[in-house]
T-cell receptor
Framework: AQSVTQPDIHITVSEGASLELRCNYS??????LFWYVQSPGQGLQLLLK????DTLVQGIKGFEAEFKRSQSSFNLRKPSVHWSDAAEYFCAVGARNAGNNRKLIWGLGTSLAVNP | DVKVTQSSRYLVKRTGEKVFLECVQDMDHENMFWYRQDPGLGLRLIYFSYDVKMKEKGDIPEGYSVSREKKERFSLILESASTNQTSRYLCSIPGGQGAEYEQYFGPGTRLTVT
């Protein structure tokens, strides 16, 4: 079955430190992969996406993610975290349902806290 | 810019009330989605619509219904609200051609049922 796993529920880092949020997926075909961010009280915003080509993708706000097919992973990274990065981060994979409609399968999210 | 608006940011209703949550998009997209979001459970798809008057159940449709009478508007209906429907509700639409898997979200409605 298709699934997305984010192994870390909560992560705390210090401002200026590097960050890596993990995402593993289970999907039979070539995946369409996404990272979204949700600031407190807000909707979700697309950070970056991978469809094909270069396995290292750049996103907004200085984030990047690397697709590793051999590890079924799509980890999100940022070299230096800012206090404003405190938010919830969701990984998702694109899939088709039984009616061939496109949908996203979501991880449960990782909550990021940033210490000053 | 893609715009998805939801009728209320915060809503408080009593058990047994009928509740309408409205979502409006300005992208003329066929598909619209309703999710609920709960701590530790992530986003769960309630219903989606792939055209006017067309709907399909998501992963957790029980206790909900939807209405899509016009392309730009997708309503989520709680026929008889219960306390376990206290949650945050998010509406979304896909991206355009070549970005059909992407989702653009409204700001969400925090519903409390007392």
């Amino acid at each position: 079955a298709q699934s997305v796993t984010q192994p870390d529920i909560h992560i705390t880092v210090s401002e200026g430190a590097s960050l890596e949020l993990r995402c593993n997926y289970s999907y039979g075909a070539t995946p369409y992969l996404f990272w979204y961010v949700q600031s407190p009280g807000q909707g979700l915003q697309l950070l970056l996406k991978y469809f094909s080509g270069d396995t290292l993708v750049q996103g907004i706000k200085g984030f990047e993610a690397e697709f590793k097919r051999s590890q079924s992973s799509f980890n999100l990274r940022k070299p230096s975290v800012h206090w404003s990065d405190a938010a919830e981060y969701f990984c998702a994979v694109g899939a088709r349902n039984a009616g061939n409609n496109r949908k996203l399968i979501w991880g449960l999210g990782t909550s990021l806290a940033v210490n000053p | 810019d893609v715009k998805v608006t939801q009728s209320s940011r915060y809503l408080v209703k009593r058990t047994g009330e009928k509740v309408f949550l409205e979502c409006v998009q300005d992208m003329d997209h066929e598909n619209m989605f309703w999710y609920r979001q709960d701590p530790g459970l992530g986003l769960r798809l309630i219903y989606f619509s792939y055209d006017v008057k067309m709907k399909e159940k998501g992963d957790i449709p029980e206790g909900y219904s939807v209405s899509r009478e016009k392309k730009e508007r997708f309503s989520l209906i709680l026929e008889s609200a219960s306390t376990n429907q206290t949650s945050r509700y998010l509406c979304s639409i896909p991206g355009g051609q070549g970005a059909e898997y992407e989702q653009y979200f409204g700001p969400g409605t925090r519903l409390t049922v007392t």
